[in-house]
């Protein structure tokens, strides 16, 4: 910027009170924008912690409900829920189950509190026995040819699961996975069984990432052979996550999200400047673990790193914020 002739610049004349910079402020972080994620597994009063995750347990469906209530009433709107089932096996039938876990859970919380929005995370990687987000050809990719993620049978599967969250009460759905084409074969699906006004989050650009570590215990959805690369985007790739959003926007989408969040700040400026949807981002399970193990040892103030990170998705031109630190980032906004 070039402002000639500008007078003596003092930007800190606007620094010099809590009210002024309040006042002047560009962004603002607040609770009606947290979405929290909760891990649903079967059972009455199970409350498990995860040695990865502090503060992040798997929960029965009426320890979900207790978890949720407490953390809409701090004024929370939404929670994404993630299922782990009794069973995998080979075709993810736990994903699509009239009566799975996620399914079972989202009626509950329906019916508990009302106004609570639900939104699902769409995928099979939890439900599968190998962990993979898709079907896979074959054997487990030890034999040359085989372990091969197959991309078109897998809609079907997906969009089934979109459906069946759809019937149970979601009111929203969000697919993980990153096949190619599941938007449009999730948006077919809901408008054929009859949820025409159920909208579509899809996690657009979602990188294979390293960040997702701790999820991958809480879930038990780390994959038994190979890795997600064949289908998550490659770190590397900024352009081509613009033509993954545009994708799913073409497809139907009406959120798209960024994920992980903090170091993928540029994707999600590009992506809400480019498109401007409602963007969400997805603070993940190893940006939480990083904050709470350095908070633990006393490295950092847990509360205002917690916030300025949030402030910075917000700033980058994130709508929504899905973050493990929901509950207490309400708290601390509160007071
Ligand atoms: C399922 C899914 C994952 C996450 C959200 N949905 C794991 C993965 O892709 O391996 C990660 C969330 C987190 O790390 O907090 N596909």
Redesign the pocket.
Known sequence: MNLPGFPIARPRRLRTSPALRRLVAETSLDISQLVLPLFARGGRKLRRPVDAMPGVFQLSPDEIVREASAAHALGVPAVLLFGIPDKKDARATGAYARNGIVQQTVRLLKKELPSLLVIT?V?L?EYMSHGH?GLIHGGNGKVPGSGKILNDPTLKLLANTAASHAAAGADIVAP??MMDGRVAAIRAALDREGFPDTPIMSYAAKFASA??GP??EVAE?APSFGD?RSY?MDAANANEALREVALDIQEGADIVMVKPALAYLDIIQRVKAEFGLPTAA?A???EHAMIKAAAANGWIDERCVTLESLLAMRRAGADILITYAAVDAARWLKE
């Open positions: 995370d995928c990687c987000c993980s996975d960040f997702y999820f991958r959805s997600r998550q997805y993940v399970s190893g």
